[in-house]
Every structure is written in C-alpha cells, then in structure tokens.
C-alpha cells in the first residue's frame, strides 16, 4: 500500500516580495509510517522566476495539507 504524497507551502520572494511556491513528495509505505525517501520537486517566485533555496523569513511560511499523488 506505498503511496506518494505531494507537500506545497508558500512564502514571500526575497527579490520581488511576490509568492513563492515549493513543493516535495515523500512516499509511505502504510498509514501509520513515517514519510521516507522525501524529495524536494523545487521552488519558484510567481512574480519574477526567482528561484530561491530557502525563505528568507522562515516563520513565515505557509503549508498546505499533503495531497495524495498518483505517480506513473
């Protein structure tokens, strides 16, 4: 029953002050184990492209219910 799950959060650009998207997958194995072989899919700015590693404010992110994600 391994399922991949799909992690969104939101901050603000540090070049531009517009939303940032990041997203990460991680995979469990049942409904009661932990996330393992967790990923970072990447982040960007909407506003301007910037691609930033981290927020810069880090108490101030925004982070979305996990969805379940299909993979092919």
Known sequence: MRKQ????????CSSCA???IAG???VRENEISKETEISAV???CLSCGH???AAAEPGHIR?????Q????
């Open 5 to 12: 799950y799909l992690h969104l959060s939101a901050y603000t």
């Open 18 to 20: 517009g939303p940032v």
């Open 24 to 26: 990460s997958l991680g």
């Open 42 to 44: 990447g982040s960007i």
């Open 51 to 53: 691609r930033p590693e």
């Open 63 to 67: 982070y979305f219910f996990p969805i």
């Open 69 to 72: 994600w299909e993979s092919v």
